[in-house]
Structure formats: C-alpha cells, structure tokens
C-alpha cells in the first residue's frame, strides 16, 4: 500500500463522537426491531469497543461481520474505529466459494455471524465465530461502559477494509483509513447539503460502501438513518413514506422497484434527495422517480470504492447537463488522459483518474495491483487513481462517464460501449431495464430488456435511436434481471442464461 499520509481531520468514530455530544437525544439510527438516540449509540459503541478489548483484539486486528442490515452494525463500527482495529463487512449473501478466500485475506481476529450461521462460518475459519445475540447480551451488560483511554488513531491507519464483489475473481480489499474516509463524508456531505432535519433510508447492503458511508454521513449531519433489511418489497414505498424519509440514495434495481410502486400506488411523501452511484441511472427512469416522489432533486454521482466519490452533480443543478455525473469533491481534481498518460482537452474521451485526499491506501495485500491502480504523478508525485473508466469533461469541469473499459468493445469496425446501448434501450417506452452483453466467439451482441413489448418492437425503435452496427442482433425479454448482493445487474449471470437458453 502507498507510503504517502493524509491530514486526519477525524478518526471515524469522531463522527459519532460529536453527534453525540451536539444532539445526544436525537435519533441516531433505527431498524426493524426499534431506534436507538446519539447517545445510546454512543454508549453501546464504547461497551462494543470494551467487549472487543476482552476478546484481545487490539489496533490493527481485522474484526469481521457478516450481518444483514442492522443497527446493531453501526456501533460495531465505532467501537472497532475506537479500539484502533479494522471493521471488514461482509455481505450475507456472499458464498462460500468467494468467503473462504476473504476469510484467509483478511485473517481477522474475531468474527459475528447471524446466530444460525455460527457453526458454517467456524467451517471456513480458524478464528472465533460468535453469534450477534451471544455478543450483544454481553454488550448491553457492560453499559455504562467505564472510561478507557482511546487507542492512538493516525490518519494513515486503516480503517475499514471494504471487499469489492468479483464475478469470477476472488474479491480484494479496498483499504480505507482514516484520514481518506473522514475526507469523503465532509466533502459528499458538504455538496449534498445534508442537515440536522433529514431522514435517510438504507435498503442498500452495509458491506457495500455506498451503503456503509450513509452511516458517516448521516452522523456528520446529525441526522436519522432508517435501515431497511428484510422488509419484504412490496412494503418499501409504505415503509419510506411513514419514516419521513428525506434522503433516499438508491441504485437502479431499487429506483425501478421503487417506480413501479409508486405507479401502483401514488402519494404524497417527504423525499427531497434521491442519489444514485454505483450503476448510472437511465434518465426515464430518473424522470419517473421525479414522479413518485414529487419535488425531490436527483444527484447523479460517479464514485468507486478506491476514492468513495469521484465526483457530484449538486442538488441545485440537478435539470441542468443531462448526463453529467457532476463535478470533482471539493480539494479534489478529475484528470481525463489518454493511453499514453497526456492529459486531454474537455470535449476529449480518455480514461478517468482521480487525484485528492480521498484516494485511499491501495489495495489489502496486493502490492502488484496497488502499483498499477496507484500511481504518482511524475511531475508532483500525487498519487492518481487509474479508475479504468473512460469519460470526459465539458469545458467548466463537468464530469461525463462515458463506460468502463470492460464496457467498450468493436462490432463491425465500429467502437462502442453497453452504455450507450442500454441508455438508448430504457429510451423507449414501456422498457423498465435493459443490459447488453457483449459478443462472444459463439454469439453476436445480445440485448436483455424487461418490458411488455414485443422483442422485434425494442429493436425497431432501437433503430431509430443508434447507428445500424448498434443495433443487436437479438433482444431477450426476461421479467426481471439477477442481482449482485449489492443490487447491480449480474451480467455474468444474466450471459449464462442467455447461452442455456439461445432461444
């Protein structure tokens, strides 16, 4: 991981820890099973922090959890933050194929599993398994908890390590410390406009970083955040309206969920910010979500876990350069360089690299990949993000994405990315989803859409939105895609079923 250091404004638990001090009755956090205030948070956190000390776990020990959405999650992380350790998340719907990797990488000194996963996961691993209902019966038993010194937290110790989900891969660790993470909230909040007054509500997974970071955020504002988990779905539209919730950030599965609810049964709600990263949204459906959620500003971000958040289109100019992804955080900068690293003029396509205090450590234990992702400027020895992203930017440094590069491939002589495909696909209406899978040695570009429209109709009315060499030659009509556990589209999946089922 890189040698360079960051100014640390504050630890991660310093979040919480001025919450708590400026609003300690306030709510903090809420689950299915009820809330807890800033204080109680607070509270739990240091007998968490105290129960972590008892197991023998000390600064720079990995303390892995694999949880669903719940509140409990939260004190976890700042009681880890406050013992110096490293919090590792870990997605419940991960398997064991891609578990058992993480679980050597991470080698962590204790893990908290679901009660009825206890005996599974002490299969995979060495370390100690213990259930959340055993560890949260000693937890509460501690309260209050005594005073204790606080570990010595600098800005360059890890924080987090955040594992990025892999298709075939084994997934690797993004390494987040301190100093970077604290970086990102106060810059995400400061352009998103965040206050004291919001409701932000979490379906998105804890282990997934844009979920995860909604806890920092909401704590730096010193708002309310609402965990959703095992709701089922049709209730999510009841459960935001209820909550008052005030900021939604959602990725494109749960926006189109959200719309097709909203359509089903429209009414008034207290949503004023909707924000999307992860997958962009197609602008229909950002249209409808202005719908179903009448007054609401839409920021479209472009983020990746090695920064947290490349750049943000600000609430007040949500209408204005359709398409952009926004600009950089402030102290930050987005270069846009072509294959040979020379910066490129606006209006330019080349690969999107970041530069700024919120580009993180590198990646857990993989010097290889570190060098080739994290690279010094050879003019001022910065550190850029290589992202493997292409886009460009417009002449008053707005951020447009135009694909990643597993997204670009040549058909017919002609490059292109799924992109553009799938953007002109949700284009036409009554198409809900849309994904386009590459060609392959054994077939030709295939596009998959959920819509109740005819296949030869999507690509008709594809014909009239791209050049001819953009067209598939095949659209499958399917009723729903298969998910990533973070709610993006399984194109690994989603090829697989078309190659069983050619028809």
């Not at 009841?238 to 926006?255: D, F, H, K, N």
């Not at 009414?267 to 609401?296: E, M, Y």
């Amino acid at each position: 991981m890189g040698d360079r250091t960051v100014t640390l404004e504050k630890p991660v638990h310093g979040f919480l820890d001025e919450a708590a001090a400026a609003a300690p009755g306030s709510p903090a956090v809420r689950d299915a099973r009820g809330a807890w205030t800033y204080a109680e948070l607070d509270g739990l956190s240091r007998a968490f922090e105290g129960w972590l000390a008892d197991q023998g776990v000390g600064p720079g020990d990995r303390v892995l959890v694999r949880l669903p959405n719940l509140r409990e999650t939260a004190a976890m992380l700042y009681g880890t933050s406050r013992r110096g350790a490293v919090f590792v998340p870990i997605n419940p719907g991960m398997k064991d194929y891609h578990l058992g990797p993480v679980l050597a990488d991470s080698e962590p000194a204790v893990v908290i599993v679901d009660d009825r996963q206890t005996a599974a996961m002490a299969a995979l691993t060495d370390a100690p398994v213990h259930g959340l209902r055993e560890v949260w019966e000693k937890v509460e038993a501690r309260l209050p908890e005594p005073a204790r010194e606080p570990a010595a937290v600098t800005g360059d110790a890890l924080a987090v390590l955040i594992y990025t989900s892999g298709s075939t891969a084994a997934p690797k660790a993004v390494a987040c410390p301190h100093a970077q993470i604290s970086f990102a909230v106060r810059g995400i909040g400061d352009m998103l406009g965040h206050t004291a007054d919001d409701v932000f509500y979490v379906r998105l997974p804890l282990p997934f970083d844009y979920g995860l970071f909604q806890l920092l955020l909401s704590a730096d504002a010193r708002a309310e955040l609402v965990l959703s988990g095992s709701e089922p779905e049709y209730t999510l539209l009841e459960r935001i309206r209820e909550s008052g919730t005030t900021v939604l950030p959602v990725v494109p599965a749960l926006a189109q969920l959200l719309v097709v609810l909203g359509e089903r049964d429209p009414g008034p709600s207290a949503v004023r910010l909707i924000t999307n990263t992860g997958a962009a949204l197609p602008q229909a459906t950002i249209d409808a979500l202005r719908t179903v959620f009448p007054g609401a500003k839409v920021a479209r971000m472009y983020g990746i876990t090695e920064c947290k958040r490349v750049s943000i289109m600000p609430p007040d100019q949500d209408r204005e350069r359709p398409g952009s992804v926004g600009l950089p955080l402030p102290g930050t900068r987005v270069l846009i360089l072509d294959e040979d690293g020379t910066e490129l003029p606006p209006g330019r396509t080349g690969e999107i690299v970041p530069v700024g205090p919120h580009v993180m450590a590198g990646y857990w234990r993989a010097p290889e990949l570190t060098a080739r992702t994290f690279r010094p400027d050879p003019r001022t020895g910065e550190t850029r993000l290589h992202t493997r992203d292409f886009g460009h930017l417009d002449e008053d440094g707005y951020l447009y994405f135009d694909g990643r590069r597993d997204d670009m491939f040549k058909r017919k002589g002609i490059r292109m990315s799924t992109i553009e495909i799938e953007a002109a696909a949700t284009d036409i209406p009554g198409v809900r989803n849309a994904a386009a899978l590459q060609p392959t040695e054994d077939r030709d570009l295939v596009l998959c859409v959920v819509t109740d429209l005819a296949p030869g109709v999507v690509l008709r009315e594809l014909a009239k939105r791209l050049e001819a060499a953009k067209v598939p030659s095949v659209c499958r009509v399917l009723d729903a895609f298969p998910l990533t556990p973070n709610g993006k589209t399984a194109k690994d999946r989603l090829a697989a079923l078309v190659e069983e089922d050619p028809r």
